[in-house]
C-alpha cells in the first residue's frame, strides 16, 4: 500500500469518510470520531498503510485549509446581527469556561507538584477548544435553534480569547523560569491576535462586495474558495492564527455583504471532503505511545480541564442570564480540544525547549482521547438541549 499511487490512496480515504458518515447516521458515535479511529487503523498506530510522506507532506496544509474553511463558517455566527442578538452570552461564556479551564488545570497541576512553568503553559492550552470537530458534529446532528446558534459563536470567540489567555500563561511561565522576557511573550501573542483581525477585515471587506457581483445574485465557488484560500494561506505565511483570521472574514461577509448567505453554501458543498481528509490524517500522525508516557499528569490534566470548563461555562450562562438548557448542557459541549491546542504546544516547545518533552505528550495524548470521546459528548448534549428547550 505504501508504494500504491496517491489518487487510488484518496479513493480509498474518502470512500472511508463515506463510511464513517453512515455509521454516524445509524449509531450514536459520530462521524468524526469514526474518522479518528480509520486514521489510528490505516496510520503507523495500526496497520500503517498510509506511505509516511502523505502523512508528513499533507497534514499541515490539510490543517490550515480545514481550520480556514471552519473559522469561514463560524464567522457566520459572529456577524453583527448575530452578536447583537447574543453578544453578552456567548461573550460570558467564552470567558468563563476558558478562564475556568485556565485556573483549574494550573491549580491542580501545581498541587501535583508539576513545575509551576509547566502548569502554567499546559492551563494556557487548556483554554482552546476544537472548532472542527464541534462544528461538524453540529451540523451532523441537524440541531437548530438558540442553543446551536450560541455553542457555534462560543467555539469562533474561544480562539481569540484562549490565545489572549495562553500569551498571559506563556508571560507568566517566562517570569516563573527567569528569563526576563514577559514583555516579549505579551507583545507576541497581541501582535498574532492583532494580526489575525487586520487579516481578516482587509480580507472581508472586498469579498463581501464582489459577493453577488461577479456573478449577480450567486457567488461562485471559485471566489469563496479562493479567498478562504489567500485568508489561510496569508496567516500561515505570517505565523498567524487562519481560524481566527478566516472567522472574522467570515464575520465580516455575513455582516456586510447583501447576498450573505450565498459563499457560506457555496463552501459547504466542498467542506466535507476536505473535513475527511483532515481526520484520517490526524489519527494517522497520532503517537499513541504518548499515551503510556505521562498517563497520571495527562489524566489529571483532561479531567481538571472538563470540569473547569463546564463550570466556567455554567458560571457565564448563569451571569448572563441564560435560560435552564443553555446553562446545564453548554458546558459539556466545550471539551473537544485539537489543532489549535496542539498549535499552542508546539509554540510553547519552541519558546521552552526544556519543556517539549514533558509538553508535547500530554497534549498529544489528551487530543487523542478527546478527539475519540468529546464529540459523541457533544452529540449528546446537543440532542439533549433538543428535546429540552425551555
Request: aromatic share 8%.
Amino acid at each position: 500500500m505504501n508504494d500504491a499511487p496517491v489518487l487510488l490512496i484518496l479513493g480509498i480515504l474518502f470512500l472511508l469518510g463515506l463510511g464513517a458518515d453512515l455509521v454516524g447516521r445509524h449509531t450514536p458515535v459520530p462521524r468524526i470520531t469514526l474518522l479518528i479511529v480509520c486514521g489510528l487503523a490505516v496510520g503507523p498506530a495500526g496497520f500503517d498503510l498510509l506511505p509516511e510522506a502523505l502523512v508528513r507532506d499533507w497534514f499541515p496544509p490539510l490543517t490550515t485549509l480545514a481550520l480556514s474553511l471552519v473559522g469561514f463558517m463560524l464567522g457566520h455566527k459572529l456577524s453583527l446581527a448575530e452578536l447583537k442578538a447574543h453578544g453578552k452570552l456567548v461573550v460570558a461564556i467564552t470567558i468563563g469556561e476558558t478562564t475556568g479551564a485556565l485556573l483549574l488545570v494550573a491549580v491542580a497541576l501545581l498541587l501535583m507538584g508539576v513545575h509551576p512553568a509547566v502548569a502554567l503553559l499546559l492551563a494556557g492550552i487548556a483554554t482552546a477548544t476544537a472548532p472542527a470537530a464541534t462544528f461538524d458534529v453540529v451540523r451532523e446532528s441537524g440541531a437548530t435553534g438558540e442553543f446551536p446558534d450560541t455553542l457555534l459563536a462560543v467555539v469562533a470567540l474561544d480562539d481569540a480569547w484562549a490565545l489572549f489567555l495562553f500569551s498571559l500563561a506563556m508571560a507568566a511561565a517566562s517570569a516563573v523560569n527567569g528569563d526576563g522576557s514577559v514583555v516579549f511573550n505579551m507583545v507576541g501573542g497581541l501582535k498574532e491576535i492583532g494580526g489575525s483581525l487586520l487579516v481578516g477585515v482587509a480580507l472581508g471587506i472586498p469579498m463581501a462586495y464582489l459577493t453577488g457581483r461577479v456573478r449577480p445574485g450567486e457567488p461562485t465557488l471559485a471566489e469563496a474558495m479562493g479567498f478562504v484560500l489567500l485568508c489561510g494561506g496569508i496567516a500561515t505565511w505570517l505565523d498567524l492564527s487562519p481560524v481566527l483570521s478566516a472567522m472574522i472574514m467570515g464575520g465580516i461577509v455575513a455582516s456586510f455583504a447583501s447576498h450573505h448567505e450565498r459563499p457560506f453554501h457555496e463552501i459547504e458543498g466542498i467542506e466535507w471532503p476536505i473535513i475527511i481528509l483532515f481526520f484520517i490524517l490526524a489519527g494517522a500522525s497520532a503517537h499513541v505511545e504518548a499515551l503510556l508516557m505521562v498517563g497520571e499528569i495527562t489524566i489529571v490534566y483532561m479531567l481538571v480541564r472538563c470540569i473547569g470548563s463546564y463550570a466556567g461555562a455554567r458560571l457565564g450562562a448563569t451571569w448572563a442570564g441564560a435560560n435552564d438548557t443553555i446553562r446545564q448542557w453548554m458546558g459539556f459541549c466545550m471539551f473537544p480540544q485539537a489543532g489549535v491546542a496542539l498549535g499552542m504546544a508546539l509554540m510553547a516547545s519552541q519558546r521552552f525547549p526544556d519543556f517539549e518533552p514533558f509538553l508535547l505528550p500530554v497534549v498529544l495524548a489528551s487530543t487523542i482521547v478527546y478527539e475519540l470521546v468529546s464529540p459523541a459528548i457533544t452529540r449528546r448534549a446537543l440532542l439533549a438541549a433538543q428535546a429540552d428547550p425551555t
